[in-house]
C-alpha cells in the first residue's frame, strides 16, 4: 500500500483480515480490492489516502463452530507464534484456534545454519547425527541437516542446516545448549540470512570513500567484520583507511554495525562479513564489493640507466611493471609530451605475477634545462587515471659528467654532474634500489635500499595493520616475531642500514597502528628484543641527517608502543639494549640499567624504558656537550594527573671537566631541550635529574670552555713563531749540513732534528688553518695533526733512543744503515699505522673520528674516544724519553763522583741543568703537562697555573728547538760563522777591486 503524505509518499506493508460465511470465497475479496484501489484511512488526527499497489493471499481458515482449519499459501509458512506455541510447525494445516493470530502465516526467508562440533571425550557416530537432526527439527520451517566433514579423530563434525524463517537467537541458543549437554560438546553456530546488509550495488571507484551497514532486529552482545579474498580472509579494525561504528542502532533494528573505508585502493576488493555474536551464536550477512582498479605501485625501469649524447644518438628502453589485475586497463607512454599507446606482455611463467609495459625512445641530444622524462599512464573503466615518471640522465656535448665506474660488480654508468642514477637492481632475496649522485666530476657514495624480501612483507602486513586490515592480536604477534627474526641475521654491509631503515618503519607504522588497536603485552618480547637488536647494527652508509632522522623515529616509535600496549600482569622485560619496567601504586620507584626513577602519582601505570646506543645518533644542537650513554622514557597509563613531577638518578660519566645538564626529547624539534629539567645535585657518581612532565630523558655532558682571549693570543703568536723559527732552523741546516754531519753519531742528531722540524712546523701549520671549515676540511686537518704530531714524536724516540744506546754501549756504536731502517719504521710507518687503523676503528664502530668544532680528535671519557690513539702512543713517548734523560742525569752525576770537589760540583750542577734545557724541548717533554690537565679539577688553581704553561711552551715549541738544537751547538755556531765572514769577506774584496779600477781610469 502506498501512503500519501504531505512530505513524502511511504511504502509499507498490511494485513487484512475478512471474516465471511463460506459463500464467499476469498478470490472474491482479492478482486473487490484491486477494483476499489484506493482506500481512505483515519488517523488520530489527519485523514490518508492509502493507494494498495499489490494484493495476496496470505492464508485460508475455514472455521466451522468451535473448530477452525488454517492453511498457508504457497511461499508461505507458519509464524513463530503459530509453531511454538500451538505446535502447528511442520503440518499444512493447523486444526488450533489461531486464526485471529496475526501475523498469521510468514512469508518463506531462506536462512542457513552453519556450525561445528567438537566433542570432548567420544568420537562421532551415526547417532549423534540422528540427535543433531532432531534437535534441529524443533526450529520452525527446518528443511534439512548434512552432517559435511568429519575429523580424521572423529571428534570433530561440521553440518548445515537449512530453515525458512527467521527465529529468535534465544530459541537456537537454547538447542545449541541442550545439545553441548547431551552430546558432552562444545557447539559454534553461524546463520545466514538474519542479518540485512546494505553495500554499493555497482563498482565502486577507486579512491573513493564507501560504506556498508548491517542490522538485526535483537540486540547482541558483539559486532564485528571480516574480509574474504581468494585463499584469504581479514578480520577489520580501526584504522587509517577502516572506520567501525557499531552504535547505530534503532528502535527498528536493536543491533547495528557499520564499516566505512576511506580512499579504497585494489586490497579493498572481495567479499565482505559482518556477524552479531551473541553465546555460541554469531548471525552473519556478506555482500561483494568490486573496485574500479587502478595499480597501487607502478615499477619503471630504464637501460641504459643513462642516456649518452656524446655517442651521437641515444636511445633508452623503458620497462613499467604492475601487479596482474583483473581490470582491463587503457595504458599510454608520454615522452617530452608526445603520447603512444602501450602494449603489455600478458601474466604467465616468464613474467610470474606481473604485467610487463615495454617503450623503446629516442632520446633528443637537443641540449636543455628541462629534465627528459617518460611517462606511463592507467587508465581504468570508469575513467580514472593513475600516472609514473621516470626522469632520463642525458649526457650532453661539452658538459660534465662522472665517468664509468665497476663496484662489486654493480656498474655506474657515465652520468651527467648533479644526477642521481637510480639502479633496481638488488640482490638475490632483496627488493628495492640503489642510487648514486654524480658530485661534478666525483661520483658519491652509493646509497642502498636493497631490503630482505622478508622483511618488506613484515612491512606490508604492518602497513595493511594500520590501515585496519587484519589487525587483530595475533597478527601483532606474527608482526613483531618476524620482526625479532630478521633482526637477528647480520645482513651484509651494503646492506645493513636499508634492512635497519626498514626494521625502524615497521616500528613506526606498528605505534601509529596501536593509537587505534588495543594491544596486548604477549608481544613484549618479540618487540623488546627486536628493537634491542636494532641498536647493536653500525648504522653506516648514510649521512648524519639520516642516521639522525631514523634514531628520532625510532625512539618516538618505542615509545609510542610501550604508551599504547596493554600490560595486566606483566612485570617488565629486559634485553641488551633496552630494560622496561612498569610500576603501580601513588609511589613508584624503579631502576632501569642503573638509572634509579622515582615518580609521586596518584593513579595509573608508570612504564619506564632505558635504552643504550641510542643517544650518540640523535640530533645535538647543544654546542660543546656529549651525551652520555644512556637513555630514559617513561609514560603514564590511564593517569588524569595533570601536574607531574619525576626523579630521575642517572650514573655519572667519568669525564673530567665537565658539567651536567638535564634534557629531553622534544618530539616537536627533533631535538634534545632542557625546558621542564632542572639539574639538582650531583658527585662522583651520581647525576640526579627533576623534570615536571614525561617523555624521554637523558643527560648531556657540558665541556667547560676554558680558553680565554689571553690563551688564544698566546697560541697564535706562539704558532706563529714557531713556524718562522723552525724555518729558520731548516734553513740553517740545510746550509751548515755538510759541515756539521762528519761523524755517525752527529748525523743521526741532526736527521733527528730535521725530521722533528718538519713535522712540528707542518702539524702547527695545520693547527693555524683549523677556522671554520667545511667537514671534509676539517677530517682532513685532523688527519694531518694526528699523524704529524706523532711522527714528531716518534722522531724524538728514535732521538732518545739513540742517545741512550751511546751511553750504555759505548764500544758497539750504531751503523748508519741500522739506525736509518729502524728509524724510518718507527717515525714514517708506525704513525702512519696508528692513524689508519684509529679512522677505520671509528669507522666500523660507527663512532666519531674527529670534532666538527675542533677539528682534533674526540675525547668521550677514560679510554674511549679517538683521542686516545694520540694520548697513548704519546705518553709512552714522553716516559721513555723521561727515562732516557734521568739515565743522563745519572751518567754526569756518576762521572764526577771520584774527584768530589766543589768546583766539579757546581760544573756537574750546570752540565744536568744544561742537559735539562737542551733536552726538554727536542724530546717532548713540555707535552706531559697535557696529561696534569685530565688529572686535575678545572676549579682547581693548578688547573689554570698547567693549561697557561701548557700552551706557552708547546705554542713556542719551534723556538726552543731553534735556540737549543741549532744555535746553541758549537759547530752550527762555528760554520754560521764562517758563512757570514765568508760573505762579508767577499763584498769587501769586491769594493776595493772597484775602487782600485776607478783610480786607474782617473789617472
Not at 540485512?196 to 548491517?214: D, E, G, R
Not at 651536567?660 to 624539534?669: D, E, G, L, M, R
Request: glycine share 6%; with cysteine.
Amino acid at each position: 500500500m502506498e501512503g500519501h503524505g504531505a512530505l513524502q509518499d511511504v511504502v509499507f506493508t498490511g494485513e487484512l483480515m475478512v471474516e465471511s460465511n463460506v459463500t464467499l470465497e476469498a478470490t472474491t475479496i482479492l478482486l473487490l480490492l484491486n477494483t476499489t484501489g484506493e482506500l481512505q484511512v483515519t488517523g488520530s488526527k489527519e485523514h490518508h489516502t492509502v493507494t494498495l499497489l499489490c494484493t495476496e493471499l496470505v492464508a485460508e481458515c475455514l472455521i466451522v463452530g468451535d473448530e477452525s482449519t488454517c492453511n498457508c499459501s504457497n511461499g508461505y509458512i507458519w509464524s513463530n507464534e503459530v509453531c511454538y506455541t500451538h505446535k502447528c510447525c511442520n503440518e499444512t494445516s493447523c486444526s488450533a484456534t489461531v486464526s485471529d493470530i496475526t501475523p498469521l502465516c510468514i512469508a518463506k526467508v531462506k536462512v542457513h545454519i552453519n556450525g561445528s562440533v567438537t566433542l570432548s571425550a567420544t568420537t562421532w557416530d551415526f547417532d549423534k547425527t540422528a540427535q543433531l537432526v532432531t534437535a534441529f527439527k524443533g526450529l520452525n520451517g527446518f528443511e534439512y541437516l548434512n552432517v559435511t566433514v568429519q575429523s580424521p579423530s572423529n571428534n570433530i563434525a561440521d553440518f548445515e542446516a537449512a530453515v525458512s524463517v527467521k527465529f529468535k537467537t534465544s530459541k537456537l541458543q537454547s538447542i545449541v545448549t541442550e545439545l553441548e549437554t547431551n552430546l558432552g560438546a562444545v557447539l559454534l553456530v553461524d546463520t545466514l540470512g538474519m542479518v540485512t546488509i546494505k553495500s554499493p550495488n555497482t563498482t565502486v571507484s577507486y579512491m573513493s570513500t564507501v560504506q556498508l551497514k548491517c542490522t538485526f532486529k535483537e540486540a547482541t552482545g558483539s559486532a564485528g567484520w571480516n574480509i574474504s579474498k581468494k585463499h584469504e580472509r581479514f578480520g577489520l579494525n580501526t584504522g587509517s583507511v577502516v572506520k567501525l561504528n557499531h552504535s547505530c542502532s534503532t528502535e527498528e533494528y536493536e543491533s547495528c554495525t557499520e564499516v566505512t573505508l576511506d580512499k579504497v585502493t585494489g586490497i579493498w576488493k572481495g567479499t565482505y562479513e559482518c556477524g552479531f555474536t551473541d553465546g555460541s551464536v554469531r548471525h552473519v550477512a556478506m555482500a561483494y564489493l568490486k573496485v574500479a582498479l587502478l595499480p597501487d605501485v607502478i615499477n619503471l625501469k630504464i637501460n641504459p640507466l643513462t642516456a649518452d649524447c656524446t655517442l651521437g644518438a641515444a636511445s633508452v628502453n623503458v620497462t613499467a611493471s604492475i601487479l596482474c589485475s583483473t581490470e582491463s586497463f587503457e595504458v599510454r607512454w608520454t615522452y617530452n609530451d608526445e603520447k603512444t599507446n602501450a602494449v603489455s606482455h600478458t601474466c604467465n611463467d616468464t613474467y610470474g605475477d606481473n604485467l610487463i609495459y615495454d617503450y623503446e625512445v629516442a632520446i633528443s641530444c637537443q641540449k636543455t634545462t628541462e629534465a627528459q622524462y617518460v611517462n606511463i599512464t592507467f587508465q581504468n573503466s570508469m575513467g580514472q587515471e593513475k600516472s609514473a615518471r621516470v626522469d632520463i640522465p642525458v649526457i650532453y656535448e661539452g658538459e660534465k659528467y662522472c665517468s664509468e665506474e665497476v663496484i662489486n660488480g654493480e656498474i655506474w654508468p657515465k652520468t651527467p654532474a648533479k644526477d642521481t642514477v637510480i639502479n633496481r637492481t638488488c640482490g638475490e632475496g632483496r627488493v628495492g634500489y640503489k642510487s648514486r649522485t654524480c658530485d661534478g666530476t666525483s661520483w658519491q657514495l652509493v646509497y642502498s635500499y636493497c631490503v630482505s624480501q622478508n622483511l618488506t612483507k613484515i612491512f606490508n602486513d604492518a602497513d595493511n595493520f594500520q590501515k585496519g586490515l587484519g589487525a587483530t592480536q595475533e597478527t601483532a604477534m606474527n608482526i613483531f616475531g618476524g620482526l625479532w627474526n630478521s633482526s637477528s641475521y647480520d645482513s651484509d654491509p651494503s646492506d645493513a642500514v636499508a634492512d635497519i631503515t626498514a626494521s625502524i618503519n615497521v616500528l613506526d607504522v606498528m605505534s601509529s597502528a596501536s593509537e587505534n588497536v588495543v594491544l596486548q603485552e604477549g608481544i613484549f618480547p618479540d618487540f623488546v628484543n627486536a628493537a634491542s637488536n636494532m641498536l647493536n647494527k653500525t648504522w653506516n652508509g648514510v649521512n648524519t641527517s639520516t642516521v639522525e632522522y631514523m634514531s628520532s623515529t625510532y625512539l618516538q616509535s618505542v615509545e609510542g608502543l610501550v604508551k599504547n600496549i596493554k600490560v595486566t600482569e606483566s612485570r617488565g622485560l629486559s634485553s641488551e639494549n633496552l630494560d622496561l619496567k612498569f610500576c603501580s601504586g601513588s609511589d613508584c620507584n624503579v631502576s632501569v640499567l642503573d638509572i634509579n626513577v622515582t615518580l609521586n602519582k596518584t593513579s595509573g601505570l608508570m612504564k619506564t624504558v632505558a635504552v643504550k646506543n641510542l643517544t650518540n645518533r640523535l640530533k645535538n644542537s647543544f654546542s660543546k656537550t656529549e651525551p652520555t650513554g644512556l637513555l630514559l622514557m617513561a609514560t603514564l597509563e590511564e593517569s588524569n594527573d595533570s601536574s607531574l613531577e619525576i626523579e630521575l638518578d642517572f650514573p655519572r660519566v667519568q669525564m673530567k671537566h665537565t658539567q651536567p645538564i638535564c634534557v629531553f626529547w622534544n618530539i616537536t624539534a627533533g631535538d634534545w631541550s632542557k625546558k621542564g629539567c632542572t639539574f639538582k645535585i650531583t658527585d662522583e657518581n651520581r647525576t640526579l635529574c627533576m623534570c615536571y612532565h614525561l617523555t624521554s630523558f637523558s643527560v648531556l655532558m657540558s665541556k667547560s670552555d676554558i680558553s680565554t682571549d689571553v690563551l688564544t693570543i698566546i697560541t697564535n703568536v706562539g704558532l706563529g713563531v714557531s713556524v718562522s723559527s723552525l724555518l729558520i732552523f731548516l734553513i740553517i741546516e740545510s746550509l751548515v749540513w755538510s759541515a756539521v754531519v762528519k761523524s755517525n753519531l752527529s748525523h743521526f742528531r741532526h736527521t733527528a732534528l730535521v725530521n722533528i722540524a718538519v713535522f712540528l712546523l707542518l702539524a702547527d701549520c695545520s693547527f693555524l688553518a683549523s677556522k671554520k671549515l667545511s667537514s671534509t676540511w676539517c677530517l682532513v686537518l685532523t688527519v694531518s695533526k694526528h699523524l704529524f704530531y706523532l711522527a714528531m714524536f716518534s722522531w724524538m724516540l728514535c732521538m732518545s733512543v739513540m742517545l741512550i744506546h751511546q751511553l750504555i754501549f759505548v764500544f758497539s756504536p750504531l751503523r748508519k744503515r741500522v739506525f736509518m731502517f729502524i728509524s724510518s719504521i718507527v717515525g714514517y710507518v708506525c704513525p702512519i699505522l696508528i692513524v689508519g687503523s684509529s679512522y677505520v676503528h671509528c669507522k666500523y664502530t660507527n663512532k666519531p673520528y674527529y670534532n666538527p668544532e675542533t677539528c682534533w680528535l674526540v675525547f668521550e671519557k677514560l679510554l674511549e674516544g679517538s683521542v686516545h690513539a694520540f694520548l697513548l702512543p704519546v705518553g709512552t713517548v714522553i716516559l721513555t724519553n723521561l727515562f732516557s734523560m734521568v739515565v743522563v742525569v745519572f751518567t754526569l752525576m756518576k762521572s764526577s763522583v771520584p774527584d768530589g770537589s766543589k768546583a766539579d760540583d757546581k760544573e756537574t750542577v750546570k752540565s744536568i741543568l744544561k742537559v735539562v734545557v737542551f733536552l726538554t724541548p727536542v724530546f717532548g717533554v713540555t707535552w706531559g703537562i697535557g696529561f696534569m690537565l685530565f688529572i686535575l679539577d678545572e676549579k682547581n688553581a693548578m688547573y689554570t697555573v698547567a693549561d697557561y704553561s701548557f700552551t706557552i711552551l708547546n705554542s713556542f715549541q719551534g723556538l726552543s728547538i731553534l735556540l737549543t738544537g741549532c744555535l746553541a751547538e758549537q759547530k752550527v755556531r762555528g760554520e754560521l760563522s764562517k758563512l757570514i765572514l765568508a760573505k762579508s769577506k767577499g763584498k769587501s774584496e769586491s769594493m776595493t777591486k772597484l775602487n782600485s779600477t776607478a783610480y786607474t781610469k782617473d789617472k
